[in-house]
């Protein structure tokens, strides 16, 4: 193979008398070798002078090398590879000096060192490639590796023995160790001194502790005006507020209210407040505070907006929407349409609900009338939904909120979630919407308001003010910013958290654990169970406990079907469920029907969760643990409303129980506790719940057959 390489050196390739071509090239070798080494003693040594440890690690590779092959091989291959070794260095040799004479020309000002490296380099490379020829000779060639192959080293090109990549491999190993050595220790010492490399090490990999960033409450959130918690301690006797014309003092106690609830105590004056100089501008002559309640659960916040705003609006003349109430479900619309229609009976205010209850014509219907082309206004007040009220701002032509003097946010919290839908700023936008004729050039034409001049002051201008009411209203200052507050004012009854102001510069960790309040008269308990004991604890709860009315939540409309069908197939129980598989009037029957007693239990998702009043609520029961506090709150306070007593029980599986129990005393509960119903008292229901069980199973698949039809 080397004869070969040396005579296609030659040109001679194509020459077919074999012998003569040997004896050629063996004489040409003879005289190339004497060339070679007289050159190679001369080149060396100056090399060795010149740049000795690169030599001299050459030197040692292929020593290395020739030592190992030299171990594989057998004893004639050895005699082979020693003459065709010879002859390689001989004609490497020679095709160093042609192609170096070639460089010199290009490279003659490059340093000789790098020169002899390149020479010594390319030597190797050629050696390598008559060795690893030479091994395949003698059918030694391995197959090359995968990553190997990925190799694009000038090495690489010629293919080699497994056996050498593997040593090369382990000395490139070797020389990265040694590298990375050298980095690590000039990293650490640039650590020390920073000087001693000359390089700025960026970044530090030691964990530091960077101190928290501190969050700061605006003052009106850190001290809001308190509202005490213990309803019955703290009752007002409604004639000791004043503002409140006899005929609503009446309807007061036409509905059995002689006294107000603390939070009615404090909001109702606060509002009345703002109106006492008529609806146009509030107290001192300046436009009125925003009001933010929060409040426990049955506290009496829908009562503490009604009263107010049915009050302030009783002395308008003509019949404009005024007040505004956002609700996020059409249950909650409805029931406090219900309840502003009941103490506005018997005043000229109408009062009109837009959720969605009925169709959007005949909501267009009730909110305006045409007479003789001109359309006229029928709401004072109107309650809606958030997705229908835009509905109608946007296709119900002359429906105008430029007389807008309250904005209602119930259930503030959960509004704020629906943010994204925009409605907030469709009713601004609509309420400093320009009307058209005499509202145009009125002088109590209404601009968005602005910094305060004197000339803002001239005119006198219809403030907008909100009002906004939850049980958990969130204390997050970048969530209210959204609601662009005018000087709010906090009412409430948490303050467990510590108080802190920009002016006090008292600082409160960075994501505090939100407190609630929780219904003085609740008591909670936790159940641990099993995942199919689950459907017997209820059954228990109802026909051995004789719980009842029970309302039950599950966390989807899926888990709340299913044990709908299950309690009524074990049977003995009145059941209803409440979820978005019914429509809106088939969940208004099975409120009501709960409502009167005749349901002892209502299997509901978290659509009943906020807001509802049922009254009469016993027993609140978690079938589903919930996974947010904010959840459990209103849960919970579907019972032990209004200063009534009751009860709450959450289903827990042992891997929920720490979690859960966690979440809820973080939260200012002022204790939950363990309730353990013994396997042996449901030992008894056991064999009807598995009958009722294979039951099921026929009962889902005919469900699921009907729906595929
Ligand atoms: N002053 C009062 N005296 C007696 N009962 C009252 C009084 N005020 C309100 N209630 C009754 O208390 C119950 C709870 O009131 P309401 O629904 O307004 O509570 P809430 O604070 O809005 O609760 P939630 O946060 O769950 O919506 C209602 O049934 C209501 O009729």
Known sequence: MALFLINRYLGDENDNDESARESRSKALLEKLQEQARARQQ???????????????????????????????????????????????????????????????????????????????????????????????????RAPKKKSEKQKSTA?????????????????EAERAEETKEQMDQSVENSKKDPTQTGFTILGGFEKKNTPKVQMVLPEWLAQPDVVQRDINKNLVPVTSIRGICPRLLKKLEAHGIQHFFPVQAEVIPAILESVCHGLLIGRGGYRPRDICVSAPTGSGKTLAFV???????????????????????????????????????????????????KSFAAEQASLLENRKGRSRNLADIVVATPGRLVDHINKTADFSLRHLRFLIIDEADRMIDSMHQSWLSQVVKAVYRAGSGSDATSIFRRTEPGPITAASLFQPQ?????????????????????????????????????????????????????????????????????????????????????????????????????????????????????????SPNERKKALKDFEQG????????????????????????????????????????????????????????????????????????????KQIVKPENLKGMEPHYQQTLLELENVIKEERAKKHM
Request: glycine share 6%; charged share 25%; net charge positive.
């Open 598 to 673: 005749k349901i002892q239990l209502l299997i509901s998702t978290d659509a009943a969760a906020r807001g509802i009043d049922v009254k009469g609520v016993k027993c609140v029961v978690n079938y589903d643990a919930p996974q947010f506090i904010r959840t459990y709150v209103h849960r919970v306070g579907r019972t032990a409303r209004a200063g009534k007593a009751g009860l709450a029980f959450t289903f827990l599986l042992g891997i929920q129980e720490q979690n859960f129990l966690q979440m809820v005393r973080d939260a200012g509960s002022p204790g939950i506790q």
């Open 307 to 357: 009263i107010p705003v049915i009050q302030a609006l009783s002395q308008r003349v003509v019949c404009e929407v005024r007040a505004l109430a956002v609700l996020p479900t059409k249950e909650l619309a409805q029931q406090v349409c219900k309840v502003f229609s009941s103490y506005a009976e018997g005043s000229s205010l109408k009062v009109v609900m837009v959720a969605g209850q």
């Open 462 to 582: 219809m403030p907008l003010q909100k009002l906004l009411f939850s049980a958990t209203l969130t204390q997050n200052p970048e969530k209210l910013q959204q609601l662009g507050l005018y000087q709010p004012r906090l009412f409430s009854s948490v303050h467990s958290r510590p108080a802190a102001t920009a002016s006090h510069a008292a600082a409160v960790p960075s994501q505090p654990q939100e407190k609630f309040n929780f219904p003085q008269g609740l008591t909670e308990y936790y159940v641990p169970c099993t995942l199919s004991k689950k459907p017997l604890l209820i059954l228990h709860f109802i026909l051995r406990m004789k719980f009842s009315p029970v309302l039950c939540f599950t966390n989807s409309r899926e888990a709340a079907h299913r044990l709908f069908l299950l309690v009524q197939l074990y049977g003995g129980v009145q059941v209803a469920e409440f979820s978005s598989r019914l």
């Open 155 to 171: 090495a690489d090109k010629v293919q080699k023995p497994e056996k050498e990549n593997d040593e090369e491999e382990n000395d």
């Open 42 to 140: 001369q080149s060396s040594s100056s090399q060795k002078e010149e740049n000795p440890p690169l030599s001299d690690q050459d030197d040692s590779i292929s020593k290395k090398r020739k030592r190992k092959l030299k171990d594989q091989d057998t004893p004639g291959q050895g005699q082979k590879r020693k003459e065709k070794q010879k002859a390689l260095s001989g004609v490497a040799l020679e095709l160093e000096d042609k192609e170096l004479s070639s460089e010199e020309h290009t490279t003659k000002s490059s340093l000789p060192s790098k020169r002899k490296r390149g020479q010594a380099n390319k030597t190797k490379q050629i050696q390598e490639a008559v060795i690893s020829s030479s091994d395949a000779d003698v059918g030694k």
